[in-house]
């Protein structure tokens, strides 16, 4: 294999964790139901809400990552950093201002495109994560 560079989501392997932990800490979203089941709530609203969202015809693959997040859920925890991608898209889902779909929908267009791995569905869904903090 040859040399990682920045724009390979395994360059940051192992190097999110203390990210991962203070942006935890920030999280406001135990209100005394399982956040595991919030997970399958939500993506079953963002999986119908997709076609609402402005301009969703330029993110076609963002249903097709929906449905990896919620059937292929092993892949759900990079383990890399300790990051477990449901809690993150609970946080989203909870968070995320109508105005940002887009983005969040083209966050979900990288998982599949380049990123269907535990890390690169951590990586992308911290990114979302980081620009509502």
Same mark, same amino acid.
């Given at each position: #294999? ?10 940051? &392997?192992? #190097? ?7 942006? /935890?800490? %920030?999280?406001? #979203?135990?209100?005394? *139901? ?14 119908? !809400?997709?076609?609402?969202?402005? $301009? /969703? /015809?330029?993110?076609?693959?963002? *249903?097709? %990552?929906? @449905?990896?997040?919620?059937? &292929? *859920? ?6 890399? &950093?300790?990051? @477990? ?10 968070? !995320?201002?109508?105005? &940002? #779909? ?11 495109? /380049? ?8 990586? *992308?869904?911290?990114?979302?994560? $980081?620009? !509502?903090?």
């Amino acid at each position: #294999m040859g040399t990682l560079t920045k724009l390979d989501t395994h360059y940051y &392997d192992g #190097m999110l964790k203390d990210v991962f932990a203070q942006v /935890s800490k %920030a999280f406001h #979203m135990w209100d005394g *139901r399982d956040p595991k089941e919030k997970f399958l709530t939500y993506i079953w609203a963002v999986r119908r !809400l997709i076609p609402y969202v402005p $301009n /969703s /015809s330029k993110y076609p693959r963002a *249903r097709e %990552a929906v @449905d990896l997040l919620e059937f &292929d *859920r092993k892949a759900n925890f990079d383990s890399t &950093d300790n990051i @477990d991608s449901e809690l993150l898209f609970v946080y989203i889902f909870e968070n !995320l201002p109508v105005d &940002d #779909m887009g983005f969040f929908l083209e966050q979900l267009e990288d998982i599949v495109v /380049s990123g269907p791995c535990p890390q690169g569905r951590a990586k *992308r869904l911290l990114q979302v994560v $980081n620009s !509502l903090l």
